[in-house]
C-alpha cells in the first residue's frame, strides 16, 4: 500500500492495529458533515429548518418528454417532465412528476444508516449514539433492537447485512486524541434481535485529531456472503502532514487509511496491523479519501462515492476493481493534487476555498517533501454528464456547468458529499436502454463555497458502458433534504434517511 506516510515516530517495530476512529460518522470533512467531533460534542446541525406534519402522497404522472445526454458518448435517454412539487410542508421537493411521498417516521440525531435485513425482509436503522432498531413502515414507529453497548464498545459509523440476514457494523473507538481504531461486528439473528461477536479489530493509528479524520465507515457484504468490504477513511484532507500538534512528527497517511479492505465474513477476532506486508492479504483497493457508501451493481461490480478535498476538486464515483490504485492522495477526479507537484504556490491556487477549515488551519502548502507515488497507474473517477451535480471550477477560480456546457466532470460538483448509494433494478427517472444500469445517490450538502449547486438531493445514476468503464448520467429527482445520509430500496419503495435534528426517514414511490 503505497502511502505518503512519512516517518511515524513513536510507534512499535512492529506494525500498528489497523484502525478507524472519532466519536461519529463522517461523511466529508470540511463540510457540515456528522463528524465524530459532532456527534460527542457539537449538538444539532445548525440551519436545519424542522419538518412539517405527515402527509402521504403527491400526484402519479406518467413519464413524458425527453432529454438528449450533454456527451456524445451517452445515448439519448427519456426521463419524466420536470416539476416542482412540495407535498410535505417542510419536506423535500419533488423535481419529477410520478412520485408519491410519505414521511414515515421524524427521527432523532444520528441516525447514520439504513439496510434491509434480505431474510425478513425488514427495514432497519442505526443511530450513532442509540443504536439499531427496527422501522415499523406501516404504524411509522422505530422499535428499539439492541444498543450500542449492546453492538459494540465504541462509535458505529457503518452497517450492512449480507444475504444469510446477519448483521454487520463498523465502529471506531479514540483513545483520548492521540490514536484510534477500528472495530467489525457481526450480529447472528436470534429470534429477538441479533448476538454480537467481533469479526476484525485493527491496530492503533495516530489520529490527525481535526476535521480530517475521516476514520472507518463505509461498510457492503459481497453478493456470495463471503467477503465484508470496509472503507478506511483517509486522516488527511489531500496528503498533508498530520502531526496532531507535533505528536506524530511528519505523518501523513498511514497503512490502515485511504483504503479499502476485503474481509472474511466468517472471521472472528481477526486483527488488522499498521503494517503493509501485513494488510497484503486484505487490502482490496487503494487511494481513497473517504469512500463513504460502497454497492454492489446487479452484474456484481463493487461500487463507491468518495470526497472530494476542501479545494474545488470533484466528489466521486468509482468502479473499484481488485488491485487497484484510486489516486488519493496525488489525484483528484482526473486531476493532479497541486500541492503534490514542484513549485505550488497556495497563494496562486483560485481552487483552495478560503471558508474551509483547510484554508483557514493552512493546511495547502509549498510542500517539497511531497511524497512521490510508486506507481502513475492511477483509476480516474467515473465522467458525468450531468445535467445534475456537474459543477465545477476551473484553474481561474471560474464556475462551469458540464452538462450545460456539453462536457464531463470526473465526477460530482466539488463539496455535496456523495453517499447513499443504491442500485435499482430499473431506471426511476429515466427509462432503461440496453447495457445501462441505474442507481440512486444522495448529497449530503455542502457548507463551503459559493458554487450554484449546493446539495441535499436525491439523483438518478444512468451508467453506461464504455471500454474501459461507464459514463454516467445525473438526473436530479427530488431537492431540499434535510441533510439526506442514507437510502435503501425495499418493496418498490426508495426510503430516505435524514440526519440530525428534524430529521425524518421519507418513504418515495415511483410509477
Keep these: 500500500m503505497i502511502k505518503p506516510r512519512g516517518v511515524v515516530l513513536g510507534l512499535a517495530a512492529t506494525v500498528l492495529t489497523v484502525t478507524g476512529c472519532q466519536a461519529g460518522p463522517s461523511p466529508s470533512a470540511g463540510s457540515a458533515s456528522p463528524s465524530a467531533a459532532a456527534v460527542a460534542t457539537t449538538g444539532p446541525v445548525a440551519g436545519k429548518p424542522s419538518l412539517g406534519p405527515t402527509a402521504s402522497a403527491a400526484a402519479s404522472v406518467t413519464p413524458s418528454g425527453s432529454a438528449a445526454s450533454a456527451a456524445p458518448s451517452m445515448s439519448a435517454t427519456p426521463t419524466a417532465k420536470p416539476v416542482r412539487l412540495r407535498p410535505v410542508k417542510g419536506g423535500p421537493t419533488l423535481e419529477r412528476t410520478g412520485i408519491a411521498l410519505r414521511k414515515v417516521v421524524g427521527v432523532k440525531q444520528y441516525g447514520i ?7 425478513g425482509k425488514s427495514l432497519y436503522m442505526l443511530n450513532a449514539a442509540s443504536g439499531l432498531s427496527r422501522v415499523d413502515r406501516a404504524k411509522g414507529k422505530l422499535i428499539p433492537v439492541s444498543s450500542v453497548a449492546d453492538i459494540v464498545d465504541g462509535v458505529p459509523s457503518g452497517f450492512a447485512f449480507g444475504p444469510d440476514g446477519a448483521a454487520y457494523v463498523v465502529a471506531n473507538k479514540a483513545k483520548g486524541t492521540r490514536t484510534t481504531h477500528a472495530i467489525v461486528r457481526r450480529g447472528t439473528p436470534n429470534g429477538s434481535g441479533f448476538t454480537w461477536t467481533t469479526l476484525a479489530t485493527t491496530d492503533d493509528y495516530p489520529l490527525g485529531n481535526d476535521a480530517f479524520d475521516h476514520l472507518y465507515n ?9 467477503s465484508v468490504f470496509v472503507n478506511a477513511g483517509s486522516r488527511t484532507d489531500h496528503g498533508e502532514v498530520e502531526d496532531n500538534g507535533g505528536k506524530f512528527p ?3 497517511e498511514v497503512p490502515l487509511t485511504s483504503a479499502i479492505f476485503r474481509l472474511p465474513a466468517g472471521a472472528r477476532g481477526l486483527v488488522l496491523h499498521d503494517s503493509d506486508a501485513a494488510l497484503k492479504p486484505y487490502l482490496y483497493a487503494d487511494g481513497f479519501r473517504n469512500a463513504y457508501s460502497l454497492a454492489f451493481s446487479p452484474n456484481g461490480q463493487l461500487f463507491g462515492t468518495d470526497n472530494g478535498p476542501d479545494a474545488d ?5 468509482n468502479l473499484i476493481q481488485q488491485g487497484k490504485n484510486y489516486g488519493f492522495p496525488w489525484r483528484f477526479g482526473n486531476e493532479a493534487n497541486p500541492q503534490s507537484l514542484a513549485g505550488y504556490d497556495p497563494a496562486s491556487d483560485a481552487r483552495i476555498e478560503p471558508d474551509s477549515g483547510a484554508a483557514q488551519n493552512n493546511k495547502y502548502t509549498n510542500d517539497p517533501t511531497f511524497p512521490k507515488p510508486s506507481t502513475k497507474a492511477f483509476i480516474d473517477a467515473l465522467p458525468n454528464a450531468g445535467p445534475g451535480s456537474a459543477n465545477y471550477v476551473d484553474d481561474a477560480g471560474a464556475v462551469h456547468d458540464a452538462g450545460k456546457e456539453g462536457t464531463q466532470l470526473s465526477t460530482f460538483t466539488p463539496h455535496i458529499s456523495p453517499l447513499g448509494l443504491v442500485f435499482t433494478d430499473k431506471g426511476l427517472a429515466a427509462d432503461s436502454a440496453p447495457g445501462q444500469q441505474h442507481a440512486v445517490m444522495l448529497s449530503w450538502g455542502s457548507s463551503i ?3 450554484p449547486d449546493q446539495g441535499r438531493n436525491l439523483d438518478e445514476l444512468t451508467l453506461s458502458k464504455t471500454a474501459t ?12 433534504f434535510n ?10 419503495h426508495l426510503y430516505v434517511l435524514e440526519y440530525g435534528q428534524g430529521g425524518a426517514i421519507w418513504e418515495l414511490t415511483f410509477a
Design 113 to 119: 444508516r439504513l439496510a434491509v435485513d434480505p431474510v
Design 469 to 480: 468503464g461507464y459514463t454516467v448520467r445525473t438526473d436530479e429527482i427530488a431537492s431540499g
Design 218 to 226: 463505509g461498510i457492503v457484504v459481497s453478493p456470495d456472503g463471503k
Design 313 to 317: 476538486f470533484p466528489d466521486e464515483l
Design 483 to 492: 441533510h439526506p445520509i442514507d437510502e435503501v430500496m425495499l418493496d418498490g
Design 449 to 451: 463555497g459559493q458554487l
Design 250 to 252: 511528519g505523518v501523513r
